[in-house]
């Protein structure tokens, strides 16, 4: 069965109480916001390139599957990104270049198709 789709105001809103904190001009949020942030972020990149071919995590909030190709069913997928929260919403929001959290080893990234670098940012302020 599917997801529910992500209410895409409820996703911004999410995002933007965050931004404040990525922008440096505030503390780390509470962990209930920034769980929220991340996981609507998240399931939108899982809604722009449904799939199963890559798997998306970062922990310790979420993980998902997207990116069209062939898809995994057990043991480690062989297109893996991990990155940490703040890196992740960097990300989504377009204030970090793809490129630049790879060479800054902020995203680890295995398999060839592990390059989100064409679906980010998925939300824009």
Same mark, same amino acid.
């Given at each position: 069965?599917p997801a529910?789709?992500?209410?895409?105001?409820?996703?911004?809103?999410? +995002?933007?109480? +965050?931004?404040?904190?990525?922008?440096?001009?505030?503390?780390?949020?509470?962990?209930? #916001?920034?769980? @929220?942030? +991340?996981?609507?972020?998240?399931?939108?990149?899982?809604?722009?390139?449904?799939?199963?071919?890559?798997? #998306?995590? #970062?922990?310790?909030?979420? @993980?998902?599957?997207?990116?069209?190709?062939?898809?995994?069913?057990?043991?480690?997928?062989?297109? %893996?990104?991990?990155?940490?929260?703040?890196?992740?919403?960097?990300?989504?929001?377009?204030?970090?270049?793809?490129?630049?959290?790879?060479?800054?080893?902020? %995203?680890?990234?295995?398999g060839t198709?592990?390059?989100?670098?064409?679906?980010?940012?998925?939300?824009?302020?």
């Amino acid at each position: 069965m599917p997801a529910k789709p992500v209410d895409p105001t409820e996703m911004r809103a999410a +995002v933007q109480a +965050v931004l404040p904190w990525l922008r440096g001009e505030a503390d780390q949020p509470e962990r209930p #916001v920034l769980a @929220a942030a +991340v996981r609507l972020s998240l399931r939108t990149l899982e809604q722009i390139a449904p799939g199963r071919s890559v798997e #998306v995590r #970062v922990p310790p909030f979420a @993980a998902v599957q997207c990116v069209e190709g062939p898809r995994h069913t057990r043991g480690t997928p062989p297109n %893996v990104i991990e990155t940490d929260p703040r890196t992740w919403l960097e990300l989504a929001v377009g204030s970090l270049a793809w490129t630049e959290a790879l060479d800054g080893a902020r %995203v680890t990234a295995s398999g060839t198709r592990a390059d989100l670098s064409h679906l980010l940012p998925v939300v824009r302020f």
